[in-house]
Nanobody
Framework: EVQLVESGGGLVQAGGSLRLSCAASGLTFDNYAIGWFRQAPGKEREGVSCLSSADGSTDFLDSVKGRFTISSDNAKNTVYLQMNSLKPEDTAVYYC?????????????????WGQGTQVTVSS
């Protein structure tokens, strides 16, 4: 059984940092692109960042470029999203997801597996 488990969310003041983790079981990140998505109340889910297993490339939502980074620890089968200089508009539930096509995409339909999400709240 494939399982993705996010952790690391919480409440932080604007300008602060959080590191989200996505730990996988039942699959290895070597064969999947891992995406981070977020969904704020009343809004559609949007892609935040992605790490391709095919070529190691990454992609970021324009509004988080320069503030967020994505990395992986294959030995731990975990992908991280480091979020710095957080803003109130970053408040959302953050999800990680795995795409077997291995290349990054912001299209949620390509992702076969999803975590349960972790809440990030940034206060002003």
């Amino acid at each position: 059984e494939v399982q993705l488990v996010e952790s690391g969310g919480g409440l932080v003041q604007a300008g602060g940092s959080l590191r989200l983790s996505c730990a996988a079981s039942g699959l290895t990140f070597d064969n999947y692109a891992i995406g981070w998505f977020r969904q704020a109340p009343g809004k559609e889910r949007e892609g935040v960042s992605c790490l391709s297993s095919a070529d190691g490339s990454t992609d970021f939502l324009d509004s988080v470029k320069g503030r967020f980074t994505i990395s992986s620890d294959n030995a731990k089968n975990t992908v991280y999203l480091q979020m710095n200089s957080l803003k109130p508009e970053d408040t959302a539930v953050y999800y990680c997801a795995a795409d077997p096509r291995s290349y990054c995409s912001g299209y949620t339909g390509w992702y076969d597996y999803w975590g349960q999400g972790t809440q990030v709240t940034v206060s002003s």
